[in-house]
């Protein structure tokens, strides 16, 4: 199970972050961007090791793996375990969803944005970013291998596949920018 | 974790309240005991200050 990849290399997930700090720091300023000022209502899903809630200031995230949960913990983050598909938070209670290369590990990435629409106080803002099927990136790890532990299990979505995703999940998208295998899409609750 | 986000959680599943015992713990932070769903009859546990909201069943 993938589940099982974070919670046994979650040291080696962490650590990619400071051996490829030109490619996390272009990634997170290109979420930022387009970021609307966090709340105390934001919140990241699939929050990993904090390494953009941080950053961003975003307080509170979702996380499925043990592992990483304790990382972000100790990072200061609010963690709670849990799956983007089952979110354990009330309707409407969030003003603000990050969504950070998540998509790709998810059996069924609709129900996962059904879910945070269901959270997000209207109109909240979801920011979505995500590796582009064949763009730069991912043929990188292709070829290279790169991250290949975690990402060899992945399914990499087009920039149309996500809008679409967003569209039917009952969003509507405000910004686009998609650069050198990396998506960044704002979209707004409706 | 932090009493504060407590109205901000639910059930994964059925999406209900939560019913909160601390073990231990104090005013503002809980650092160990469980979250209760009544209608689904599940025992969320919280464990060095993080609660395990995972559904029990993967298929949810």
Redesign the interface.
């Known amino acids: 199970m993938l589940q099982d990849v974070f919670e046994e290399y979650a040291g080696d997930y962490d650590r990619w972050f400071d051996e490829h700090n030109d490619e996390y720091q272009k990634e997170l300023s290109r979420i930022r961007q387009v970021l609307p000022s966090p709340d105390s209502?934001s919140i990241e899903i699939g929050v990993g090791s904090g390494r953009f809630a941080v950053p961003l200031g975003i307080r509170?995230g979702i996380e499925?793996s043990?592992a990483l949960?304790?990382m972000a913990?100790a990072r200061g983050i609010?963690?709670?375990?849990?799956?983007a598909?089952?979110?354990?938070?009330?309707?409407g209670?969030?003003s603000l969803a990050l969504f950070v290369t998540v998509i790709c590990f998810l059996d069924n990435p609709e129900a996962a944005f059904r879910e945070i629409h269901r959270t997000l106080s209207s109109p909240g803002y979801l920011i979505t970013a995500f590796i582009v099927r064949e763009g730069k990136i991912h043929r990188k790890y292709l070829r290279e291998g790169g991250k290949g532990r975690f990402l060899s299990r992945a399914r990499f979505y087009s920039q149309e596949e996500v809008s679409s995703f967003l569209k039917e999940t009952g969003f509507e998208v405000r910004d686009i920018d998609t650069r050198s295998g990396f998506c960044v899409i704002a979209a707004q609750k409706v | 974790?932090?009493r504060s986000?407590l109205?901000?959680?639910?059930?994964?599943?059925c999406?209900g309240d939560l019913v909160l015992t601390v073990t231990v713990g104090d005013e503002q932070v809980i650092r160990e005991g469980k979250l209760h769903c009544p209608v689904c009859r599940v025992d969320?546990p919280i464990e060095?200050?993080?609660?395990?909201?995972?559904?029990r069943d993967r298929s949810?």
């Open positions: 209502r509170i499925p043990r949960c304790r913990q609010e963690v709670i375990r849990g799956r598909e089952a979110l354990p938070l009330g309707d209670c969030c | 974790m932090k986000i109205p901000i959680l639910c059930c994964p599943v999406k969320y060095d200050g993080i609660p395990d909201l995972l559904p949810v």
